[in-house]
């Protein structure tokens, strides 16, 4: 309660200015949204200047080039920068999302849904390289389905093109992120048959990170960003969707109110939202495994070496 009455007592001159590069806008980052809507950065100090930088390769850059501070976005870009032997690597000090976002969608609707219903159909995928279509791949295999052989494969199409290309025509099968699955059943495009978050396990899907350079100059301002990150996971982890719904709705112009609480629900059922800010070592190999399989993984990078945890245990023991 005293860190909390302090926290709330920073003036405007006071305010540290972070900027924060997310990946995309999507309801899967609910808990971010909700530090920001709820106040919990601003009570630690933090004006967070938010950013949607669309995309894993835009986002690196943006970090990289110190278009930002710290970035939202999925763990294997850490390995990839790392890989091709960057001075000031990025370091992953807090996990957001703990499961895969993205669910299938058939074209028709199964009654009794088998993922050996996927052979000889034509799948659309996601990007070669990116989480979505390295966790696809790994379900699809985990269940019995060669990607390359037993589907027809599609994966030239940009990510957000793919819902339309979908609708068009295009497809038996998609990979979709929320809200465009539960738009799509609505409207009748498609029908969810199953989730690749509940397929796949846990695995460090969407963390924030900062250089190493960037750690090591402002670990106050790290620190102050997981203590607000922390609050609102516990936030979401005991509040019910519909209250959840009205707090970010602000950051979901185009989507129905009902829609993104229906989202919300999806994801808290199924785990994806973490609870805790700490990326943990066995998620980080699962991670490295899943690239492995997809042929994406440059070298095994060792957990200590781009994750710091420190800061994420420190601020849950406060």
């Not at 979908?166 to 979709?176: K, M, N, P, R, W």
């Not at 943990?280 to 945890?309: D, K």
């Amino acid at each position: 309660m005293f860190t909390a009455l302090l926290a709330g007592c920073h003036t405007e001159d006071e305010m540290t200015e972070v900027r924060l590069a997310e990946v995309t806008r999507s309801i899967f980052y609910a808990p971010q949204y909700v530090a920001l809507s709820e106040g919990f950065f601003e009570e630690e100090g933090l004006d967070i200047e938010l950013t949607t930088t669309w995309g894993g390769d835009t986002t690196m850059t943006t970090l990289l080039s110190d278009g930002a501070d710290i970035a939202l976005v999925g763990a294997e870009t850490s390995i990839y920068v790392y890989a091709q032997e960057a001075n000031d690597p990025a370091i992953n000090f807090a996990q957001l999302t703990k499961t895969d976002g993205t669910f299938l969608v058939s074209r028709n609707p199964i009654d009794h849904f088998q993922w050996e219903d996927l052979k000889g159909k034509t799948f659309l995928g996601q990007r070669k390289g990116g989480m979505p279509q390295m966790v696809g791949e790994y379900v699809l295999k985990e269940n019995g389905i060669d990607p390359h052989h037993d589907v027809e494969m599609v994966q030239n199409i940009d990510f957000g093109n793919i819902p339309s290309a979908f609708a068009s025509g295009t497809g038996d099968f998609v990979q979709l992120f929320e809200p465009q699955a539960t738009l799509f059943e609505q409207e009748g495009i498609g029908h969810i048959v199953d989730s690749f978050g509940t397929q796949s396990g846990d695995v460090p899907y969407t963390v924030y990170m900062a250089k190493q350079s960037y750690l090591d100059d402002h670990q106050h301002v790290i620190e102050s960003f997981t203590r607000a990150l922390y609050r609102a996971q516990q936030w979401v982890k005991q509040t019910d969707p519909a209250t959840i719904a009205e707090s970010i709705d602000p950051y979901f112009d185009d989507t129905p109110l009902e829609v993104i609480e229906q989202v919300i629900e999806r994801y808290q059922d199924q785990g994806s939202y973490a609870t805790s800010p700490v990326l943990e070592e066995e998620g980080w190999y699962h991670l490295q495994a899943m690239m492995a399989e997809a042929g994406e993984l440059p070298e095994e990078i060792t957990y200590s070496t781009l994750v710091n945890r420190d800061i994420a245990e420190q601020i849950m023991k406060e």
